[in-house]
């Protein structure tokens, strides 16, 4: 029972930070309660006892990608007098766009509710490494080799595109 | 969840605490005594016998002296800067084993307060949280030479955690598990080190450019960015920055000490057992920590400093690339002894 009173706070943590990100007006601030809600989706990894899948999302997310984006904004230095006027038709169109994103997610939640009671049929130790890497190795090593080709297509081109950069400056 | 656990780790937690902060405050004192040797001086010396006080009177100034927040600075970023540059030096701790079973009151006591199976993983998740820190501090103070620190320590950590993590894997490969608890009893014979001298290099140059430490205190390098990121901060605030550095510095040599000299372990364990093995093995560990924090120092006081282009060069052109080289020799070697040929 108190599994679950730590999730429900969680939970309500999670939103609230996911929140403040949207409803934040700096820009450093929002990128930090985003930090903050990848933190709080990290705990509920752990307390689903996937480790691995927790520590990964720590490293990739809250520390390598927002990071990235700390710095954009670090040295963008925005503030209020560079934030540009949204138009109206902007702001309708949103609406709509994020109207539907959420109806979607609804839709979407209507179906994990089932979902969440065979999760709780199967092995807990699932999410541990060991039984990751196995799953990973066998049964889903074809996905697995080409996201790997994808990520390695990516990085070169993004060394390409920082190195056709320098050629241009000499 | 059983009482008698949850008083053992909480006592365990507090202990590990006050002995991180006691070393790191210690640390300082070791550092100017070894820089005052180094250099033929004599050091602190006024603050008790041979200056032994120093420390505490160093900590008394910090609190004592004015808290001073610059006018245009982030005040509440401002404030949590170093709390999390704090906050993350501190919890690596958590999942290092720190010596063998302690037998205590009838119950087997693991002196390490959270044996996960992921234990090297947690410490690199740490370790890239703690740019953070840095980061959040140095463009808070709104001061362009705190801004430039920050972001040379930022992209300095980045760069040499990838060459860093390549090398740990080798240690991976080696062990075949992620839990530091394994790794260390897989070495009560061969020390990693002697598998890998090359990953041990890579690893200890990289900790030296995670620790911002010289020949890579490019961040806080006086001679062009005044004080670095740090350079609006006072009082407790820059202390608990100063003090973040020596913490990780303590941690990161318990790190190194687990990865590649086996940790607890020390020639001619067999011939001991139960707590006498426990208190020796802790001992064993505790000098590994001071030699590496020995080597550390000694560094930082003999070789001048890198440039910081060239400190880009030798993470991702010299380090990055033999760390990968390594690995796959590694692989190949693991693979053949396996008859995977």
């Given amino acids: 029972m108190s599994l679950q009173i730590i999730s429900i706070i969680l939970g309500s943590l999670t939103l609230a ?79 709509i766009a994020g109207g539907s994103l959420f109806l979607v997610l609804i839709t979407a939640l209507k179906d994990t509710l089932i979902l969440g009671q065979t999760y709780r049929q199967q092995d807990n130790s699932i999410g541990l490494v060991k039984e990751l890497g196995n799953l990973l190795f066998t049964k889903y090593v074809v996905a697995f080799e080409l996201t790997s080709i994808l990520f390695i297509a990516a990085m070169v081109g993004a060394i390409l595109l920082a190195k056709r950069e320098k050629q241009i400056i000499e | 969840m059983d009482t008698a656990l949850l008083i053992e780790k909480s006592i365990l937690v507090l202990l590990l605490f006050l002995v991180s902060l006691g070393a790191a405050a210690y640390m300082t004192y070791f550092e100017r005594k070894l820089a005052a040797w180094i250099q033929d001086r004599v050091g602190p010396d006024r603050a008790g016998p041979f200056g032994i006080l120093q420390p505490i009177a160093d900590g008394v100034k910090m609190f004592l002296k004015e808290d001073f927040i610059p006018a245009k600075a982030d005040k509440w970023l401002f404030i949590i800067g170093p709390g999390i540059a704090m906050f993350t030096a501190l919890i690596t701790s958590a999942v290092v084993p720190w010596g063998p079973k302690l037998h205590l009151f009838g119950r087997d006591i693991a002196l390490q307060v959270a044996d996960i199976n ?17 980061m959040i501090g140095g463009w808070a103070s709104n001061n362009k030479y705190s ?43 061969v020390w990693n080190v002697f598998y890998q001298p090359v990953a041990f290099f890579i690893f200890f140059v990289c900790a030296l450019a995670e620790l911002n430490r010289a020949p890579f205190d490019l961040p806080e390098c ?18 608990l920055y100063l003090f973040a550095e020596y913490t990780s510095m303590f941690v990161s040599s318990a790190i190194m000490a687990i990865l590649f000299f086996g940790g607890y372990n020390f020639p001619g364990m067999s011939h001991f057992s139960g707590n006498t093995l426990a208190i020796i093995g802790i001992a064993a560990f505790a000098i590994k920590i001071f030699i590496f924090i020995f080597v550390i120092m000694w560094i930082r006081w003999t070789i001048p400093r890198f440039r910081f282009d060239q400190l880009m060069h030798l993470g991702w052109k010299t380090l990055l690339p033999l760390s990968l080289i ?16």
Wanted: charged share 10%; net charge neutral; no cysteine.
């Fill in chain 1, 17 to 95: 930070s996911a929140l403040m990100v949207v409803l934040s007006k700096h820009p450093i601030r929002s990128v930090i309660y985003l930090v903050v809600t990848f933190f709080f989706i990290t705990s509920m990894y752990i307390m689903m006892n996937a480790q691995f899948l927790a520590i990964v999302n720590m490293i990739v997310y809250a520390g390598a990608i927002m990071v990235l984006f700390l710095f954009v904004l670090m040295l963008l230095n925005l503030n209020k007098e560079m934030e540009p006027m949204n138009a109206k038709g902007a702001q309708i169109a949103a609406f």
């Fill in chain 2, 118 to 134: 992921i234990g090297i993983l947690y410490v690199f998740g740490v370790l890239s949280v703690g740019v953070y820190g840095i």
């Fill in chain 2, 147 to 189: 801004l430039y620190g920050a972001i040379r320590a930022s992209s300095q950590m980045i760069s040499y955690e990838l060459a860093m993590g390549v090398s740990a894997i080798t240690i991976v490969l080696l062990s075949g598990s992620l839990s530091l608890n394994d790794i260390v009893t897989q070495q009560s014979g």
């Fill in chain 2, 222 to 239: 006086e001679s062009e960015l005044v004080g670095g990121y740090h350079t609006e901060y006072s009082s407790m605030k820059l202390g």
């Fill in chain 2, 326 to 341: 390594n690995l796959l020799i590694t692989g190949l070697v693991i693979a053949f002894k396996n008859g995977w040929f």
